[in-house]
T-cell receptor, first 113, second 110 residues
Framework: KAGVTQTPRYLIKTRGQQVTLSCSPI?????VSWYQQTPGQGLQFLFE???????NKGNFPGRFSGRQFSNSRSEMNVSTLELGDSALYLC????????????FGEGSRLTVL | GQQVMQIPQYQHVQEGEDFTTYCNSS?????IQWYKQRPGGHPVFLIQ?????EVKKQKRLTFQFGEAKKNSSLHITATQTTDVGTYFC??????????FGTGTKLQVIP
């Protein structure tokens, strides 16, 4: 079956703009989580959604938000972009919200100029 | 919140040598997962450990969960160039936030 799909794969924005990233989970998976990966901070958890509800949230400012639709597809939005938001944003889906394996997408690489 | 430290941060080995990365937590873990991320790729699940003192093997990879469930290790025997990548331990259980370890970047010199 198809894996986790993230779009767009690459994008360039300027400071102050906003960006929306999309994630389509593996069919049947209801949990979607988002992560930010940077060389300096490593992999950091942003938030997790399950059945359209945010279950957990990491320590990121309110500029970072997300949502999940009834078909389990998820979007994350970053408003008022800063240079430090440049990162690889990874999405993962899971069939089990507690201890199951995370299936990651290829990621969306955001560059903020 | 929980903190997960991995050591070493980087490791260069000659092909054929062994490699070990250690994961240490400040609190007792319900379970731990290990992932591998190849250069330019995304994390891929390797294994999950749940029981105290658990040892699991996957070909040349051996995973251990500490008796106190506060640490874990991944050992690779006779490394190959295909083992290159960053290895992460990950805390994930119940309604806890997902916490990635700092990662160990392995470079294998042919």
């Amino acid at each position: 079956k198809a894996g986790v799909t993230q779009t767009p794969r690459y994008l360039i924005k300027t400071r102050g703009q906003q960006v929306t990233l999309s994630c389509s989970p593996i069919s049947g998976h209801r949990s979607v989580s988002w992560y930010q990966q940077t060389p300096g901070q490593g992999l950091q958890f942003l938030f997790e959604y399950f059945s359209e509800t945010q279950r957990n949230k990491g320590n990121f400012p309110g500029r970072f938000s997300g949502r999940q639709f009834s078909n389990s597809r998820s979007e994350m939005n970053v408003s008022t972009l800063e240079l430090g938001d440049s990162a690889l944003y990874l999405c993962a889906s899971s069939g089990d919200t507690s201890t199951g394996e995370l299936f990651f997408g290829e990621g969306s690489r955001l560059t903020v100029l | 919140g929980q903190q997960v430290m991995q050591i070493p941060q980087y490791q260069h080995v000659q092909e054929g040598e062994d490699f070990t990365t250690y994961c240490n937590s400040s609190t007792t873990l319900s379970n731990i997962q290990w992932y591998k991320q190849r250069p330019g790729g995304h994390p891929v699940f390797l294994i999950q450990l749940v029981k105290s003192g658990e040892v699991k093997k996957q070909k040349r990879l051996t995973f251990q969960f500490g008796e106190a469930k506060k640490n874990s290790s991944l050992h690779i025997t006779a490394t190959q160039t295909t083992d290159v990548g960053t290895y992460f331990c990950v805390l994930r259980g119940g309604y806890q936030k997902v916490t990635f370890g700092t990662g160990t970047k392995l470079q294998v010199i042919p």
